[in-house]
DNA sequence: GATGAATGAGCCTTCATTCAT
DNA sequence: TATGAATGAAGGCTCATTCAT
C-alpha cells in the first residue's frame, strides 16, 4: 500500500505542472523560482524533486503537456477537411490560433527551449517534428492527387510556413499588435498556393 | 579637456565592444562575464561600465553594429538588381550568407535579444525594420511595375520569407546540417514566386 | 506477537548492515545517502529507522561488526604463541593484515569515527580498548616472565605500536604505495624490542 | 596605484585567516560557514572568495600557516642539541608541545585534512613532509656518528614516532586525559633508543 | 580617467528524518 | 511492520554593480 494514493500523486504532480506553467508564463524561466512554484503549489521546495528532476525538467514537462494537446487539436481539425488548399488553410488558422489562445506558453518555447542546448534530442523536439510533420504528410498526399506540384520541396514548405507564423505571431505574442486569424490563415494560404507574381 | 584623447577613448571602446561580441558569441550572454570581457580588452572590470550603461548595453551595442554592418551589405546587394525576381534572390542569398558568415551574432540576436522585452522600442529594434524592409520596398517597386500582383500583402510577405529563412537556418545556426545558400535562395524564390500548386 | 518472524527481523537486520558496509564503503559516511543504502537492501528508506537510531548508528553498527571479527583473530593468532616477542610479533603482523584485507572499512574507522565527538564513549570506543588491550595483556605477562623490562609503561607502549601501525598503513589504505607484512612485522619488532641506538 | 594598499590587502588577508582559524578550530570545517567566518572578519561574504579560492582553499591556509610556524620552531629546538639522544628527545617534546599550545589546529590537520583526497599533492602536505624529515635527517647524521645502528630503517621510525605522538595526544586533543609533554619525552625517548626488552 | 576591491543579493539542490497511510 | 511521500533547513558560490582611491 503506498503512502499516499495514487489519486492524490497524480492531484500533486498537476498541481505542481500547473503552478510551474503559472510561473514560467508570467516570470519566464529564470525569473521563476522553485520556491515560488512549490509556495503555488502548496508543496516543499523538495517535493518537486521527487516529482521532476530539476526545474528544467519541469519546464519540458509543462511544455510537453502542452504540444500533446495541440496536436490532437491541429489533426482533427486538418484531417477533418478533404481538400489540399482547405487542409493548408485549417493547419495554419489553428497554429494561429494556438498563439492566441496559450500566447504564454508559445513566448516560453521560443525564448526559453527552441533556443536551448538541450532542446536537441528532448521529447519536446520529438512532439514539436510530430507536429509540424501534420504539413508534410498533407503535402505529399496532394502532390499524389495532383493538387500540388511534385517538384515541391515539403521540408522548405515546412520552413517556410512555420517560420512564417512564429515570426508574424510573435508581435501579437509580445503584446503589440493583434492578430487576425482568419484572415491571416486566408492570404497566407493564397500567397502560398499561388505564389506573389503576375506570370511566371 | 578631457583626460585621454578622443582616439585613445574610441580605441578603448572598439577594444570592449570586439571583446564582447567574442566572448558573447563563445558562451552566450548570461555565460559570458563583464570580468572575462574587461580581460579580454585588457581594462579593469569598471571601465566597462563608463563606456556601457550595463552588461545588457554591451549586448546591444555588439549587435548595433552588426547591423550597420549587414544592412549596408544587403542595400548593396540588392539594389544591383533591377528585375524582381533577382532582387528577391538576391535578398534571399545575401540574408542566408550572413547566418553562414555571423553565426554566432545570428543566434545572439534570435536567442538572447529578440525574444526578450527590452528588445521593444530599443534601437535594435529600428535597425531590424529598416533591414527586412528592404523587401517591402522591392515589394512595392515591383507591384508598380507590374511584375508582382497588386493584391500581396508586403508585410505578410515579409513575415513569411524573414520567418521562412529564420526557420531553416535555425538548425544550422545550431550546429547541425548545412545550408545550401544558393539552391535554397533558388528554390524559395520559385516557391514564393509560382506558389506551390498546380492550377490556381 | 509480532508481524514479521525474529528470523525476518534478523535477515533485514543483515540485510541492512550489509548494504550500509558497502555504500559507506564505497562513498565514505557523507557521500553514501540513507537512500542508496535502502535500494540496495531491498527496503524502504523509512524503515531503516526502525532497525537503527539514525545513518550515525548505522555506520557504528557496521564498525562495531567488524571489531567483533578481527578481535576474535588477534586473539587467536596472538595467544597462539608462547615467548613474547612472538606473540608482538603475531599481533603486528594481525593488525597489519586487518589494513589489507579489510582497507575500506578501516579507511572508515579512521576518517569518520576515530575523530568525531561521539565515539568517545561508544560502543565502538570500548571494542577498539579491548583490541588494544590485548596488547597491554602480553606486555604485563611478559614482564612477570622476565622478558620486558619492568619499567616499560604498557600504555605508552600500546599508543606507540597502534599509532605508528596506523600512520605508516595510511598511505597504503589511500592507495599509494604497498604494505609489506611480514617485513614490516619483523622490523617493527625489533626495533620495539631492541631499540636503535646503539650503546646504551 | 592599487585601489586599496598592500599594507591594508594584507591586513584583510591577514583578518580572514585569523577568522577563518577560529572558525574553524572552534565547529570543524563543515561547521563553519563562510558567512561566520566573513562576520567575523568584518568583510562581506563575497569578498572572502577573493583572497581565496573557496572555503577548502581558506582551511589549507590557515593550515599552511601554522605549519610555516612550527616546523622553524622544531628546526630550532632539535638543532640546537648535539647529541642524537638529545635531540630526538627535543624533537619530542617540542612535538608534544604543539599538541598543548595549538590543540585546535592540530585537530583541524587530523580529523579534516590529512584523511581527506585533496591532501595527496597537497602544499600542505609538502610542509608535513618537511616537518617529519627533520626526524629522518637526525637519524641519518647519528648512523654516521654511529649513535644509532645502521640497521635501522628511518622511515619506518618516522612513522613510529610520528604516529606515536599523534595517537597518544589525540585523547588529550578530544579533550579527556592530561599531557605530560616532559614525562612522555623522557619515556618515549628511552622506549626507542633502548628497546622494550630485557635481554636481546 | 582608470582601477579593482568590495558588496551582497539570489538560487538550486540534497538529504536526513518524520509521519500519514 | 512497512512504506515512501513530504518536509524544510542549510549553504556555497557567482557576478553585476558601486565607489573609494
Redesign the interface.
Known amino acids: 500500500m503506498p503512502a499516499i494514493s495514487p489519486e492524490r500523486m497524480q492531484d500533486r504532480y498537476d498541481a505542481i505542472l500547473d503552478a510551474a506553467k503559472r510561473a514560467f508564463a508570467e516570470r519566464g524561466f529564470e525569473g521563476a523560482s522553485i520556491a515560488e512554484i512549490a509556495r503555488i503549489a502548496q508543496i516543499s521546495d523538495g517535493l518537486a524533486y521527487r516529482y521532476f528532476r530539476n526545474k528544467r525538467g519541469l519546464l519540458f514537462a509543462v511544455l510537453q503537456k502542452f504540444y500533446e494537446r495541440i496536436l490532437v487539436d491541429l489533426e482533427t481539425q486538418v484531417f477533418g477537411k478533404n481538400r489540399?488548399?482547405d487542409r493548408l488553410e485549417a493547419l495554419i488558422r489553428r497554429h494561429l490560433e494556438v498563439f492566441v489562445s496559450d500566447t504564454d506558453l508559445c513566448?516560453l518555447f521560443?525564448?526559453e527551449v527552441?533556443?536551448a542546448?538541450d532542446y536537441?534530442g528532448s521529447a519536446i523536439q520529438e512532439m514539436n517534428r510530430r507536429y509540424t510533420s501534420v504539413l508534410v504528410r498533407i503535402?505529399k498526399d496532394a502532390v499524389k492527387t495532383?493538387?500540388?506540384?511534385s517538384d515541391?520541396?515539403p521540408k522548405?514548405?515546412r520552413?517556410?510556413?512555420?517560420?512564417?507564423?512564429?515570426?508574424?505571431a510573435?508581435r501579437y505574442v509580445?503584446g503589440?499588435g493583434q492578430l487576425r486569424v482568419a484572415q491571416?490563415a486566408r492570404?497566407?494560404t493564397a500567397?502560398?498556393?499561388?505564389?506573389?507574381?503576375?506570370d511566371?
Not at 495532383?146 to 506540384?149: F, K, S, T
Not at 520552413?159 to 508574424?168: M, N, Q, S, T
Not at 500567397?191 to 503576375?198: F, S, Y
Open positions: 489540399f488548399r513566448r521560443i525564448a527552441r533556443g542546448s536537441e503535402v495532383g493538387e500540388v506540384r515541391v520541396n522548405l514548405l520552413d517556410v510556413l512555420f517560420g512564417a507564423i512564429e515570426h508574424l510573435w509580445n503589440r491571416t492570404e497566407l500567397m502560398l498556393t499561388n505564389g506573389i507574381c503576375v511566371r
